[in-house]
């Protein structure tokens, strides 16, 4: 069975700091992806990498696939009240189904 | 362009009912997903369905729990004889398959009384 572990699974942070999420696992995924959750809210997919060592950015947001494909981290630069969710990292294999973490949950304060 | 439809948003029951939860995928994607969130919790996968079959069925429980997608319509996801830990928010998503995400739906939040 492959899991996906995250951490923190709570981070409470004043606006303008920066910090990482981390997802890992002891499985080899073909893929990661992140989302972010919104209260009553399906997950919105923010980003997908399928390459060891790739590198993604969106905006304030850089996104990393370990070099194994087993983990993953999300960075948040100068964090804003609009970034607060549930940020869920979840991982693919060949057959098409993703195995989700258990998410950070995250809450930006003015 | 629309999205994943699912319906209804929310669904009371009494213990003993019947649950019936639809799922519309976007259009051109052929693979449906539906997985169950407890709250503030990360989602659980239940069962990945292409059109009229049943591909991974491995995370639904064995009574009282079934799914499909049929040839034409939507994807329905029932629970027979609900229970009160039947209740949860239950998540459709969709794909055009490959490693791409999944587009999800706003979900379905069933409470038995």
């Known amino acids: 069975t492959q899991l996906l572990e995250q951490s923190p699974q709570f981070l409470s942070i004043q606006e303008g700091e920066n910090l990482t999420v981390y997802c890992n696992s002891s499985?080899?995924?073909?893929?990661l992806q992140w989302y972010r959750q919104e209260p009553g809210e399906g997950p919105v997919l923010l980003v997908t990498v399928v390459t060891g060592g790739e590198v993604k950015k969106l905006k304030r947001l850089t996104f990393q696939f370990g070099d194994a494909r087993k983990d993953s981290s999300l960075h948040i630069t100068a964090a804003q009240p609009g970034d607060t969710g549930l940020y869920l990292c979840?991982?693919?294999?060949?057959?098409?189904?993703?195995?989700f973490g258990a998410g950070t949950i995250l809450r930006v304060k003015s | 362009n629309a999205g994943v439809m699912q319906n209804p948003r929310h669904l009371v029951r009494r213990r003993g009912q019947e649950a019936r939860l639809r799922c519309s995928p976007m259009?051109?994607?052929?693979?449906v997903y539906w997985y169950r969130q407890l709250p503030e919790e990360g989602l659980k996968f239940m069962v990945y369905?292409?059109?009229?079959?049943?591909?991974?069925e491995s995370g639904m429980p064995k009574e009282r729990f079934s799914a499909e997608f049929p040839k034409e319509g939507p994807s329905i996801l029932r629970i027979q004889q609900v229970v009160r830990g039947d209740s949860a928010a239950y998540f459709c998503?969709?794909?055009?398959?490959?490693?791409?995400?999944?587009?999800f739906g706003s979900g379905t939040r069933l409470t038995v009384v």
């Open positions: 979840a991982g693919g294999s060949y057959g098409n189904k993703l195995v």
């Open positions: 499985s080899v995924f073909s893929s």
């Open positions: 998503a969709s794909s055009p398959g490959g490693p791409h995400g999944y587009t």
């Open positions: 259009k051109g994607h052929s693979h």
């Open positions: 369905l292409q059109k009229e079959n049943i591909i991974d």
